[in-house]
C-alpha cells in the first residue's frame, strides 16, 4: 500500500505551507490518521492526529499554528501549518488507517524553514 504525500519544501520563517496525504488509488478509506515529524538528530514525534469523527489532537509545540484537517470526499489528509519556525523543520511523514486496516506511512516530505 503507498501513500501519496505532497507540500513539503523552503519556506520562511512565519510562513505557511500545506502538506497533504492520500491513500494510491483510494485503495482504503481513510479512518484516524497522523502526521509526525523527524527533525535532524532527533527523535520521530507526533505532530497531530485526527480520528474518523474530526476529533482532533496536536501537539504543544504546535497548537495554534498547524491544522490537520480531512476531506472524506477526496479521501485525504491534511496539515496546514503557518507560522512555521526553523524549529518545524524536519521530515513531516503520514500515517494512515483504514476500517480494518493497520496504520500505513508515507514516504516523508521534507519541510525546511529558512531565511
Known amino acids: 500500500v503507498q501513500l501519496q504525500a505532497s507540500g513539503g519544501g523552503l519556506v520562511q520563517p512565519g510562513g505557511s505551507l500545506r502538506l497533504s496525504c492520500a491513500p494510491s488509488?483510494?485503495?482504503?478509506?481513510?479512518?484516524?490518521a497522523g502526521w509526525y515529524r523527524q527533525a535532524p538528530g532527533k527523535q520521530h514525534e507526533l505532530v497531530a492526529t485526527?480520528?474518523?469523527?474530526?476529533?482532533?489532537n496536536y501537539a504543544d509545540s504546535v497548537k495554534g499554528r498547524f491544522t490537520i484537517s480531512r476531506d472524506n470526499a477526496k479521501n485525504t489528509v491534511y496539515l496546514q501549518m503557518n507560522s512555521l519556525k526553523p524549529e518545524d523543520t524536519a521530515v513531516y511523514y503520514c500515517?494512515?488507517?483504514?476500517?480494518?486496516?493497520?496504520?500505513?506511512w508515507g514516504q516523508g516530505t521534507l519541510v525546511t524553514v529558512s531565511s
Open positions: 488509488g483510494s485503495i482504503f478509506r481513510i479512518s484516524t
Open positions: 500515517n494512515l488507517k483504514g476500517f480494518g486496516t493497520p496504520g500505513y
Open positions: 485526527i480520528t474518523s469523527g474530526g476529533n482532533t
